[in-house]
Every structure is written in C-alpha cells, then in structure tokens.
C-alpha cells in the first residue's frame, strides 16, 4: 500500500521510536532518524532523547489500541499536542512539501509535529495499518505496507516461531 509521505515515512518513523529501547542513546537516535530519511537534522542530545522517548510513550497506544475511537481520540490528542499552522516549504531544493512545525522549530518539536501528523494521515487513509506484533511476549510497532493489508507480526521470525509453534500444539 503506498501512503502519502506523512502517513508512510513519518508514520514509519513513529513506530520506530515507539520501538525504541528506555536506554536507547542520542547516536542511536540520530541512526534512527537518518534510517528513515529525515531530512535537515543536526544530531540530538541526551534531554532531546528523553523528551523522545516519553513522546514515543505517547505514541504507543495509536499502534497498540485496534478500536478505531480510541486510536483516533489518541491521535487528535497528539496532534493538539504539537499544533502548529501547517505550511508548504521548499528548502534544501525540494519540491514543495507540507511542513507541520516550522523548519526552524527545536528538533524535538519537529519530529513530535511530523510523526503525530504521519498517524493522522495513515489513520485517515487506513486505521487498520497500525499494529502491534501478535507474536507472545512481543510488543514491537509496525506500519503494514503489504498489498493484502493483513499483517499481524513485526517480521518474519516472529511469525514463524508462532507458526511454528501452532504446528508442534498441533502435531505433538
């Protein structure tokens, strides 16, 4: 499924620092950050890294609540958090493109901005693509982007150790 950048990458994004361990350091997230193509970052710093990590608090129960009230009250929630006055930008040489905080904003106030809009936006155009790994004792986010929408773990190795795991119940 191809969503529009908000709802793709930036979504993307908001689970990844969803999955983000509570030790996770300032590299990591700049790693983080530059995985998912972010664009005009400077790496951040250990205060901007717990502010993140309690922002990606806040960001968990979109992925992990599947009743779509809740997920939206979640998520206009967020979006009242950071509101600002959305804008078209062309910085960098790129095409024209909407920014949710200015491009001149704390970088903290930037991602909180562009990934509570990235849920909105995959919120609006398929709530269903949200997910928390079905997989016992994993609790890892994702975005399904598969073509058939049917996605219910984080990868294949936790699919498969619950498949497998179904077959050996089965055929002791």
């Known amino acids: 499924m191809h969503f529009n950048p908000y709802g793709g990458t930036a979504a993307e994004l908001a689970a990844a620092l969803v999955n983000m361990e509570p030790a996770t350091s300032p590299d990591t997230v700049t790693e983080i950050l530059r995985a998912h193509d972010y664009p005009s970052f400077e790496p951040v710093d250990a205060g901007q890294t ?11 129960p979109v992925f992990a609540d ?3 009230d809740r997920r939206v009250d979640a998520t206009n929630e967020l979006v009242a958090a950071t509101a600002s006055r959305p804008y078209i930008s062309r ?3 790129r095409a024209p493109h909407l920014h949710f905080a200015h491009e001149k904003s704390p970088i903290v106030d930037r991602l909180k901005a562009y990934t509570a809009a990235g849920l909105a936006h995959a919120i609006c155009q398929d709530s269903t693509r949200l997910g928390v790994c079905d997989r016992p004792g994993c609790d890892v986010a994702y975005v ?8 219910r773990f984080c990868s ?17």
């Open 66 to 68: 599947t009743d779509l």
């Open 144 to 151: 399904d982007t598969s073509r058939n929408g049917r996605r």
């Open 50 to 60: 717990a502010e993140l990590l309690c922002w990606a608090g806040r960001l968990r």
């Open 91 to 93: 910085h960098d040489g």
């Open 156 to 172: 294949t190795r936790c699919s498969n150790r619950v498949y497998v795991a179904d077959h050996r119940r089965r055929h002791p």
